[in-house]
């Protein structure tokens, strides 16, 4: 049997860490292996505990849970750590802000007790919870935003044809299973190529593609 997934459970409402923290314990596979009321706390338990997903309130004292989450992904000791965001706001600025700071996922705190574990196991196994309504929020942001700058050579220097055709589709939503269906390969070639645009793009995961496929232009309101 494998090890349980490590989880930090960071909130600064006592009453919702102690509910987030049995639910994760109830299951048997996953594990609470500490808490924050801060977003400093977090980070300092990140690296002392080195959990494989810290569940990170946007709303936190001394430091937000965005800012920590940037610190926890780009300090090399706690590079490897998934952050699963939560909060009772479901705004726009937060999701965009969240995923840009290396988030891999975004979930309400009204998010059903199964999703929410099922979404912990998705983040640890390395995958992006990125629902289509996010997306969809995502796409309409950047609709309202003034057109992107060209990509550079470098940044897309190397992405075929075909990845590029990927790499849309990941942005608009789709899972593996339907990107396969879409442009008719088997399930293998698709994670293949995804596997190639995170070493091209440099992208921690597939929130990662998401946010480089709006940054360089590969989506656009015209492409939606």
Do not use: W
Not at 71 to 94: G, H, K, S
Not at 125 to 144: K, M, Q, S, Y
Not at 207 to 217: D, K
């Amino acid at each position: 049997m494998s090890e349980p997934v490590r989880v930090v459970v960071a909130d600064d409402q006592a009453l919702v860490r102690g509910s987030f923290g049995l639910l994760v314990d109830s299951s048997d596979d996953l594990t609470v292996v500490g808490e924050a009321a801060t977003g400093a706390e977090a980070v300092e338990v990140a690296r002392r505990t080195l959990p494989d997903v810290v569940l990170m309130d946007i709303r936190m004292p001394e430091l937000d849970g965005i800012e920590a989450t940037k610190r926890i992904c780009a300090e090399p000791r706690t590079a490897n750590v998934r952050v699963l965001m939560l909060t009772t706001f479901d705004l726009d600025a937060y999701v965009y802000a969240a995923l840009r700071a290396g988030a891999s996922g975004f979930l309400l705190k009204d998010t059903p007790p199964t999703d929410l574990l099922r979404g912990i196991r998705i983040v640890a196994d390395g995958e992006a919870l990125l629902a289509p309504r996010i997306t969809r929020r995502l796409v309409a942001e950047f609709v309202n935003r003034p057109a992107p700058s060209p990509p550079s050579a470098s940044t897309l220097d190397g992405v075929t044809p075909r990845e590029r055709e990927v790499l849309l589709l990941v942005a608009s939503g789709l899972s593996n299973t339907e990107i396969a269906e879409h442009l008719h390969l088997s399930h293998a070639t698709v994670k293949t190529h995804i596997g190639r645009l995170l070493s091209k793009l440099a992208a921690r995961d597939r929130a990662q593609l998401v946010i480089a496929a709006y940054e360089n232009g590969v989506v656009t309101p015209r492409t939606r």
